[in-house]
Nanobody
Framework: QVQLVESGGGLVQAGGSLRLSCAAS????????MGWFRQAPGKEREFVAA????????YYADSVKGRFTISRDNAKNTVYLQMNSLKPEDTAVYYC?????????????????WGQGTQVTVSS
């Protein structure tokens, strides 16, 4: 069992930066592929980024590639999402998720555990 708690969301102007954190409980954190998803009002939850168990592989949605960076610190049971050059269309609730799969996956249904989400609002 893994419990996930996100933090770091807030209100930022377009062009600004935020760093999201996701703290995980449980002894199996380092075995999980970790992902970030987001959901805007009236839209489906969409994949943002994912990272392999050892941080060696990462994958990004085209919409955030070059602006967002996912990383993890297994010693701290934490995964991060550094978001730069934020745009109003990045406004959403951001969720951290964990999966037992060995390879990076991007479908929400492929993730086993979810955090409660943190709101990110980008003003124009």
């Amino acid at each position: 069992q893994v419990q996930l708690v996100e933090s770091g969301g807030g209100l930022v102007q377009a062009g600004g930066s935020l760093r999201l954190s996701c703290a995980a409980s449980g002894r199996t954190f380092s075995r999980h592929v970790m992902g970030w998803f987001r959901q805007a009002p009236g839209k489906e939850r969409e994949f943002v980024a994912a990272i392999s168990w050892n941080g060696g592989n990462t994958y990004y949605a085209d919409s955030v590639k070059g602006r967002f960076t996912i990383s993890r610190d297994n010693a701290k049971n934490t995964v991060y999402l550094q978001m730069n050059s934020l745009k109003p269309e990045d406004t959403a609730v951001y969720y951290c998720a964990a999966t037992y799969t060995i390879v990076i996956v991007t479908g929400p249904n492929e993730y086993d555990y979810w955090g409660q989400g943190t709101q990110v609002t980008v003003s124009s």
